[in-house]
C-alpha cells in the first residue's frame, strides 16, 4: 500500500460559511497517483467541520439557519468569558462555533475508486467555516494502490 499526504488551504469570506472542496480533493488524489483506497480529510481547526452533503444553495442557506438556531451566537457561553481564560489578545467570542462543530465532526473518510472519491450523485465535501474569515487548512492522506 502507498500513501500520499497533502494539506488543502482554504479562503473563507463570511462568520459562517460552507465551500465545496471537492474539487481541490480530486486534484489532490490525481497528484497521489493512487488509484483504489481510501482518502482521509481533516481539519486542522476545532471551528472548522467537515461533511458530506448536497451542494444545493438553499440546503446551504437551511444548514447555517439550522445550526445557528441550535447554538447562537449571542446566547451565553462560559467559554467566551475571555477575561478568565489564558487566550491571546485577538481571541473571538467562538463558543457556538465549536459546539457545531462537535456536532458535524472535523473529518471524512471517502472511498477511492478508479482514482476518483466515491461520492453520490449529489453528493460534494463541504467545509463548514464557523468562525470566519480566516485562512483554513485541511489534511489529506490518500492511501491505497
Known amino acids: 500500500m502507498r500513501t500520499h499526504f497533502d494539506h488543502l488551504t482554504v479562503e473563507t469570506a463570511r462568520n459562517f460559511q460552507v465551500i465545496d472542496i471537492t474539487a481541490q480533493l480530486r486534484e ?37 439557519h439550522y445550526f445557528l438556531s441550535i447554538a447562537p451566537p449571542e446566547a451565553r457561553y462560559l467559554h467566551n468569558d475571555l477575561h478568565l481564560r489564558d487566550c491571546p489578545p485577538d481571541e473571538p467570542e467562538n463558543a457556538h462555533a465549536h459546539l457545531i462543530a462537535m456536532l458535524l465532526g472535523n ?15 449529489w453528493q460534494s465535501l463541504l467545509m463548514v467555516e464557523l468562525d470566519g474569515p480566516r485562512q483554513r487548512r485541511l489534511a489529506v492522506r490518500v492511501m491505497g494502490v
Not at 482521509?40 to 461533511?51: E, F
Not at 473529518?107 to 450523485?121: D, S
Open 28 to 64: 489532490i488524489i490525481t497528484a497521489s497517483g493512487i488509484a483504489e483506497g481510501q482518502v482521509l480529510i481533516t481539519s486542522l481547526h476545532t471551528t472548522v467541520a467537515l461533511t458530506v452533503n448536497e451542494n444545493e444553495e438553499r440546503l446551504l442557506r437551511d444548514m447555517e
Open 107 to 121: 473529518a471524512e473518510m471517502l472511498a477511492l475508486h478508479e482514482g476518483a472519491p466515491v461520492l453520490g450523485r
